[in-house]
């Protein structure tokens, strides 16, 4: 049985903050904000952990809740920066995983607020289109929850997330939301 691939242009992998200003990013796979700390050719941002829709004023004195699909400002033009075609949505493929293996992410809280992280996951079928908030699909961790509530005294985390049997992709965006 040969195992099928598929591959991550996480664009490096998007982020979405919801609640609170939370600070975090997602390391392993990078998402597309940190790129530039393991590919010098990515553009830098250095605000790189605060990919919380603008800010917790903006996003719900402004926009009622909303995020951007990628963690941006909801209402930033479109493409947004982080999202795909966006200024660090440059379609790089950051990682590849056999088809229904158990992955390891690695998140870093720069401020830890408590509260839940999840991940999803949306095959790019047009590489020259941004992701929509359809094609996100729920990916379940390795004990099968769909969501892992945030320790406190934790600052790095480690989770397995189990990814869909039979999928197929040259360009899939997995994201994490961080939740407060």
């Known amino acids: 049985m040969s195992l099928r691939k598929f591959v991550f242009a996480i664009l490096a992998s998007a982020i979405v ?5 939370g600070h975090g990013m997602m390391l392993d796979p990078p998402n597309r ?8 050719t990515a553009p830098i941002n250095y605000n790189d952990n605060e990919v919380f829709c603008g800010g917790f004023g903006t996003q719900w004195g402004v926009h009622k809740g909303r995020c951007g699909v990628c963690g941006d400002n909801y209402g930033d033009l479109i493409p947004r920066a982080n999202e795909n075609t966006g200024k660090y949505g440059q379609g790089k493929v950051v990682a590849q995983y056999p088809s229904g293996s158990v992955i390891s992410t690695m998140v870093r809280l720069t401020t830890n607020h408590k509260g ?35 320790d406190p005294t934790v600052k790095d ?8 049997s039979g999928l197929r992709c040259k360009r899939c965006v997995l994201r994490w939301t961080y939740r407060t």
């Open 157 to 164: 985390f480690q989770n397995r997330i189990l990814l869909p």
């Open 17 to 21: 903050f919801e609640g609170v200003s």
């Open 116 to 150: 839940t992280f999840k991940y999803s996951l949306c095959e790019l079928n047009d590489p020259s289109q941004p992701e929509t908030e359809q094609c996100f699909q729920t990916l379940l961790f390795e004990d099968g929850s769909d969501e892992q509530k945030v």
């Open 33 to 40: 904000s940190s790129l530039w700390r393991y590919d010098p």
